[in-house]
């Protein structure tokens, strides 16, 4: 008897010790983020009755900005509430983010905290090889050669594994994540439905790209029917350029076009309704952070519910990057915003101008209180780690890059305004395309056209170190058109002028190494060599070994 007293003793405390749990487990919402990429945030409402029913009884945030114009440093914002100067992320193009940082992410804390952490991602641009997946137990992305280039796996099939994942998912709350590509770049037609209209071949780029939008709100709208009670959060990346200030697509400029996102949060606590504070996409940790009980971490972002930002930067080191290029800034307080070109600044009333086409003289008053944001903003350009700078090496451009990675206002104001050279850049960005056709049809004409081209935007832009790079890939690819040993040895010198001029990445310096030795030209490794090793730089052990190997192959006249 005794026995089953003690028994029935420990069965009462283990049930009174579940139902004193029990409610702080049923304060856990679930927990839906669904990012949507290249959303402009005036793209909804055209025929996208999925969100428009979801804005409706949201909270929405008008305001809202994003950290820079590019799809990886504005999510890992999101995971971490720091901006790109804290969590060293500027570009997509980039090294990943390290395993020992002075950071978590919040997939990594929520999995610490007892939730279940699923990823459902369609782009390889946020890709495991970025270390976002860092803390998601699932985590379902597409490689870099998973996909087409320019293509990503549809909105559809990402909400139908998270729905198959969502449904599934038992004895822990989950955090999801689902991030939808449909309106990126190329656009591509869309069939539609019952209730969203279709697009056709031959449609404007912004009808297409209408198209895309409304392809991820029937998506999106599965989803959020399979969500349930769930907490679930709405946001974008960053917008999309459509000849606005001259920018197709997003990426080089920081101008409102790309620069506004949408954000918007329906969960216990929120009402409905527009919240007309300065917002920021490096919200979302702190936000959720506070939704599934964890414990408060300092960051740039702030928690949706609570005050706003009294202003915001957002960053773009695209063109500086790769073509040496102005940097680019936007400061707002959510009424006025100056942007930053290089040498251009420009004041502009958001209130009277949203589409920012009239600037103000810089002796408005506001321009005094977003000048001071913008050099704050260049002072905190990094964070301490055990006493020391931590910065990401960037995937081009160190040579150039500054500790703190920002020109300051004199510097910048050397460089050349990107917004004029954008059709340089967008003719750049199309040689690979047009140089694979040129050797599928084994046409060395259009290659040595092309190759003209790269002449003549080098003379105008000499800085850029990915003009040479891309005159290099179309030299190697003549040589193999036509068999003529005597391009390798121009494409391999190539490959050396775009390391000379900052293009600091291990592909260029292995394709100068390969060159030279299909040239035979020792005098290319010497000067890469010397290059590498001026001022007391360090030369990576593998890189010199690659040196050292060339240089004996090319003696031993080995190709």
Known sequence: MARIAALLGVVLLALGAWLALRPARAGRPNVLLVTIDTLRPDAVGSGTPAMDAFLAGARRYPRARTVAPLTLPAHVSMFTGLLPAAHGIHDNVTAPLPAERPFALLAEEL??????????????????????????????????????????????????????????????????????????????????????????????????????????????????????????????????????????????????????????????????????????????????????????????????????????????????????WGQCFAATDGDFTLVESGPRLDLFDRRKDPAEENPLPLSHP??????????????????????????????????????????????NARLRDPAPHLGMWMAIEDMPFIVRMAVARRDDTALATVVRVLDEIGQATPESPLVPYRRAQVLDAMAEVTGEGSWRGQAARAHLEAVEKGYDTDTPVRDAIAGAVKAGDADILRALAAFLGREGRRIDPAVAQAIEEASRAIAAGDR
């Open 111 to 324: 999995r610490g905290g007892g939730y279940a952490t699923a990823a459902f991602v369609a782009s390889a641009v946020l890709g495991r090889g970025t270390g976002i997946a860092e803390g998601f137990e699932t985590f379902d992305a597409p490689a870099h050669d998973d996909t087409k280039e320019g293509q990503a796996i549809p909105g559809e099939e990402r909400v139908k594994a998270a729905i198959e994942y969502m449904e599934g998912a038992r004895g822990r709350p989950w955090f999801v994540w689902v991030h939808l590509f449909d309106p990126h770049a190329p656009y591509d037609v869309y069939e539609g439905d019952g209730r969203r209209a279709a697009t056709r071949e031959g449609d404007p780029p912004y009808a297409l790209y209408l198209g895309d939008v409304r392809r991820a709100d029937a998506a999106f709208e599965k989803l959020v029917a399979a969500a349930g009670d769930a907490a679930i959060l709405l946001a974008s990346d960053h917008g999309e350029s459509f000849g606005e200030h001259g920018e197709h697509t997003h990426g080089p400029l920081c101008y409102g076009a790309t620069i506004d996102a949408l954000i918007a949060v329906r969960a216990k606590g929120f009402e409905k309704g527009a919240d007309p504070g300065l917002r920021c996409v490096a919200d979302v940790a702190p936000t959720l952070r506070r939704l599934c009980g964890l414990a408060e971490v300092q960051c740039h972002g702030r928690d949706l519910a609570g005050p706003p930002h009294e202003t915001l930067v957002a960053e773009s080191l695209f063109t500086w990057r790769i073509h040496g």
């Open 366 to 411: 506001a321009y005094e209180t977003l000048d001071r944001a913008l050099e704050r903003f260049r002072s905190g350009a990094s964070v301490d780690r055990d006493g020391e700078l931590f910065v990401s090496l960037p995937a081009y451009g160190q040579a150039r890059r500054h500790v703190s990675g920002y020109l300051a206002r004199h510097d």
